[in-house]
Every structure is written in structure tokens, then in C-alpha cells.
């Protein structure tokens, strides 16, 4: 089995920054692309930002310039860096990773329980 854990959600002030991070454990094989999602009240889930085995990132207009994601290959870890956040960043942030686990022999999509992110004006 693969479990992906995400901390450093909060609250935090507009303007201000968090760091999400998400740690993929379990029997893995082999890491893909890795990837944050985020969920208002209301909304569908939308993607925040992507990031290849190779290092291609990828973000939603809307956060682009003001989130970095990066990953560890060793530490089998995605994170977000998200700066200069606005009111309308609040939603629950999901990571999601497309793993070959070591009993398989195709790639699957995981996902992490969510971390609330709250930005106050």
C-alpha cells in the first residue's frame, strides 16, 4: 500500500506564506509526476500545481509567481511554498502522486487526506 501525509496547513493573514509538505510512504517502486489540488466549500477541485520525476513544474494561472512546488526524490516528498496568499487561496489542499507501487506493474493515482489552508484579510 501507498499513503501520502500532508502537513503545514493554518491560518494565516493575507500576504503572509505557509509551506505545505506531502510524504509519500509505503511499498513504491517508482514516483511519477506529484502533484497539489486544492477544494473550496462549494467548488471542484481544482489543480494547483504539478511537478514531472524530471523536475517540470507546472501551476494554475492564478498561482503562478506566487507558488514554488519542489520534491525530494529521496525523501519521496512533494511541497508547496505558497507566498503572498489572498483570501480566496482558502480551500483544503490535497496532494495527489502517481505511484508504481512495488506489487503492480502500472502506475496509480494516490491521494492525501487534505490539509486546511485558511487566509484571513
Known amino acids: 500500500q501507498v499513503q501520502l501525509v500532508e502537513s503545514g496547513g493554518g491560518l494565516v493573514q493575507a500576504g503572509g506564506s505557509l509551506r505545505l509538505s506531502c510524504a509519500a510512504s509505503?511499498?513504491?517502486?517508482?514516483?511519477?509526476?506529484m502533484a497539489w489540488y486544492r477544494q473550496a466549500p462549494g467548488k471542484e477541485r481544482e489543480l494547483v500545481a504539478s511537478i514531472t520525476s524530471g523536475i517540470i513544474t507546472n501551476y494554475a494561472d492564478s498561482v503562478k509567481g506566487r507558488f514554488t512546488i519542489s520534491r525530494d526524490n529521496a525523501k519521496n516528498t512533494v511541497y508547496l511554498q505558497m507566498n503572498s496568499l489572498k483570501p480566496e487561496d482558502t480551500s483544503v489542499y490535497y496532494c495527489?502522486?502517481?505511484?508504481?507501487?512495488?506489487?503492480?506493474?502500472?502506475?496509480?493515482?494516490?491521494w492525501g487526506q487534505g490539509t486546511q489552508v485558511t487566509v484571513s484579510s
Open positions: 495527489k502522486a502517481n505511484v508504481r507501487p512495488t506489487t503492480m506493474v502500472r502506475f496509480n493515482d494516490y
Open positions: 509505503g511499498s513504491i517502486f517508482r514516483i511519477n509526476y
